[in-house]
């Protein structure tokens, strides 16, 4: 369950606004969301310093470029 919550914490951190219903809903206690916003800032910070520098930019934009879900509704 806390791996969840770590998801669900990762976004709402990220967009409170967008991602209320997460708490509103229940699916995010309110107390655990109360520290979300740090927890994303720490995960911004650890891509942007850590892991960002050893990317290579090229294979990102191809990744980034790519299809991977497909949907098609009947």
């Known amino acids: 369950m806390h791996c969840f ?3 669900l914490c990762t976004a ?8 209320g ?9 309110k107390e655990r969301a109360e ?3 740090g927890e994303y800032e720490q995960i911004t910070r650890a891509m942007t310093r850590l892991i ?3 990317v290579d930019r090229t294979r990102a934009k ?5 299809r ?4 098609d509704p009947e």
């Open 68 to 71: 991977w879900l497909r949907f």
């Open 12 to 19: 709402y951190g990220a967009d409170s606004k967008l991602f």
């Open 5 to 7: 919550y770590n998801v």
């Open 52 to 54: 960002w520098p050893y």
């Open 21 to 29: 219903d997460l708490v509103d809903k229940g699916y995010l206690p």
């Open 62 to 66: 191809q990744v980034r470029a790519k």
């Open 35 to 37: 520290g979300c916003d």
